[in-house]
């Protein structure tokens, strides 16, 4: 299949069309010296991503269950990664790579295929890429992970990271050094939290937002660090330790408090044929960081963000599956022509953003496989064939 032709049905319904290249933040570019050179840095593990969905019903000890479908991609903090770059930002990331097949895979899939800077990360010899196999399976997940400790400091990772306007870490009761100086520099901390197997959330852990600019986590995670009894309540009491507080609610959408600008914002989510969930929070996260560094009003910032979220779901795999402004086009002149009068009107602001000259090109579209990978000296760009 060539670069550029339009899709045939088989890869259009496993992977997002995403298309050419978008800016959204051109007309903010300054163009000045002192401007950072890209939108957003991140630091953390690439894994190789193994994801069955499809399952005729949950695994048990002793049995064996067929899957309808099945995909590999980067996992990890590549889910973010590609996430923002498929939606315009400027995107680094620092990360230890293996010279294993997995490790291949991962570093032409975000290089190449998706345009992430990788000036910053490492390839390691004789050390074996982190792998996780996830199933999807009753609307949520399970996942199996095989991983060596990365032999590559974060120390080192950071020092060669490029200077950007925003940086993306998991909240810690103390951050990495390297995102205390980016803060301390003028960078937008992002932030969310993963779960606490302890079960304690500890408001410790809370102490880090002094560094943040944004904070987001699930509805859970919110009520349990807080101690509060809903999401809202939760959402007010992180507005009075952050500048931007975001509670995620799944298909119930999304509740946030901007306190630098006085904005708050409650949005309904999007229900859409769900393939795979795993990695719609990081799509989400990468949507509302885009709309923020864009100033975007903060009821836009979600909408946006809930959108994206839900179109990722319909494909397979965390990274791969995030989709790109054709995607977003295509489902707004859909939902037009369903005549939908509160969509119409709650996404009436995407008439503007869209990009009014797009292509669902096979250019920047990785599909979720390793295994039947085209030439490259028979493309334009780099397509990958899906399974």
């Given at each position: 299949?060539?670069?550029?032709?339009?899709p045939d049905e088989r890869a259009a319904e496993q992977?997002?069309?995403?298309?050419?290249?978008?800016d959204p933040l051109l007309s903010l570019r300054s163009g000045r010296s002192d401007e950072p050179e890209f939108d957003l840095a991140l630091i953390g593990t690439v894994f190789f991503d193994i994801v069955f969905t499809g399952l005729g019903g949950d695994p048990h000890p002793g049995t064996e269950v067929h899957a309808q479908g099945m995909g590999s991609c980067p996992g990890g903090t590549a889910n973010l990664a590609v996430a923002a770059a498929r939606?315009?930002?400027?995107?680094?990331?620092?990360?230890?790579?293996g010279?294993?097949?997995?490790?291949?895979?991962?570093?032409?899939?975000?290089?190449?295929?998706?345009?992430?800077?990788?000036?910053?990360?490492?390839?390691?010899?004789?050390?074996?890429?982190p792998v996780t196999v996830s199933a999807a399976y009753a609307g949520d997940r399970s996942m199996m992970t095989h991983e060596h400790e990365a032999p590559v400091p974060v120390a080192d990772l950071a020092a060669r990271l490029p200077q950007s306007a925003a940086v993306f870490a998991p909240l810690s009761t103390r951050f990495p050094t390297w995102v205390r100086d980016r803060a301390a520099a003028g960078a937008l901390v992002f932030a969310d939290v993963g779960w606490d197997s302890t079960l304690v959330w500890s408001e410790e852990t809370l102490a880090g937002l002094e560094h943040c600019h944004a904070f987001m986590p699930n509805t859970r995670e919110a009520i349990a660090y807080t101690r509060q009894d809903d999401p809202r309540g939760a959402c007010k009491a992180l507005a009075e330790r952050v500048p931007l507080a975001v509670v995620t609610r799944g298909d119930h959408g999304a509740i946030a408090i901007d306190s630098g600008t006085?904005?708050?914002?409650?949005?309904?989510?999007?229900?859409?044929?769900?393939?795979?969930?795993?990695g719609a929070g990081d799509v989400f996260g990468a949507a509302l960081m885009m709309g923020t560094l864009a100033g975007w009003p903060l009821s836009q910032r979600?909408?946006?963000?809930n959108l994206c979220a839900a179109l990722s779901v319909q494909y397979i795999g965390g990274s791969l599956s995030a989709p790109g402004w054709a995607d977003i086009a295509i489902w707004y002149a859909q939902m037009r022509a369903v005549g939908d009068k509160r969509l119409r009107s709650e996404y009436a602001f995407l008439g503007d953003l869209i990009p009014t000259q797009w292509?669902?090109?096979?250019?920047?579209?990785?599909?979720?496989?390793?295994?039947?990978?085209?030439?490259?000296?028979?493309?334009?760009?780099?397509?990958?064939?899906?399974?």
């Open positions: 299949m060539m670069a550029g032709n339009a992977a997002p069309m995403v298309g050419e290249p978008h939606l315009g930002l400027r995107t680094t990331l620092a990360s230890a790579f010279e294993d097949v997995y490790g291949d895979f991962c570093w032409e899939t975000l290089e190449t295929g998706e345009r992430v800077d990788l000036s910053a990360s490492y390839r390691v010899p004789d050390w074996h890429s006085g904005e708050e914002a409650e949005v309904d989510g999007l229900a859409m044929d769900a393939v795979d969930p795993t979600l909408r946006l963000a292509r669902p090109t096979l250019d920047r579209r990785s599909v979720a496989t390793i295994g039947l990978r085209t030439r490259a000296d028979s493309l334009e760009g780099n397509g990958v064939d899906s399974e």
